[in-house]
């Protein structure tokens, strides 16, 4: 139930973009909030976008809003987090993850599914 495969990851220059992933199957896609999240080297994992189950609300942390855009389609249990003027701050492993609940979005420990991770390179 509610797995998770993200994908479009990659090496970029700064100023640059990159368009991510998250296929998800299993019948209740729609009844989960989903979030991206990432991961830099020797940093705790943090909070990135979120997407109500509906596509109604979305949030977004501090540090991306104004450049990153999440969205769902629902009818192709597709997650995206499109990724416009990256900067080298932005290199990560990004996560997809599933969460029952919109208002727990940032809270990473609130996630109950998560994908493998896909691997961003933004070069200066």
């Known amino acids: 139930q509610a797995q998770l495969v993200e994908s479009g990851g990659g090496l970029v220059q700064a100023g640059g973009s990159l368009r991510l992933s998250c296929a998800a199957s299993g019948r209740t896609f729609s009844r989960y909030a989903i979030g991206w999240l990432r991961q830099a080297p020797g940093k705790e994992r943090e909070f990135v976008a979120a997407?109500?189950?509906?596509?109604?609300?979305?949030n977004y942390a501090d540090s991306v809003k104004g450049r990153f855009t999440i969205s769902r389609d629902n009818a192709k249990n597709t997650v995206y987090l499109q990724m416009n003027n990256l900067k080298p701050e932005d290199t990560a492993v990004y996560y997809c993850a599933a969460v029952r609940q919109m208002y727990n979005s940032q809270r990473v420990e609130a996630y109950n599914y998560w994908g493998q991770g896909t691997q961003v390179a933004v070069s200066s």
């Open positions: 997407i109500s189950e509906r596509g109604a609300y979305t």
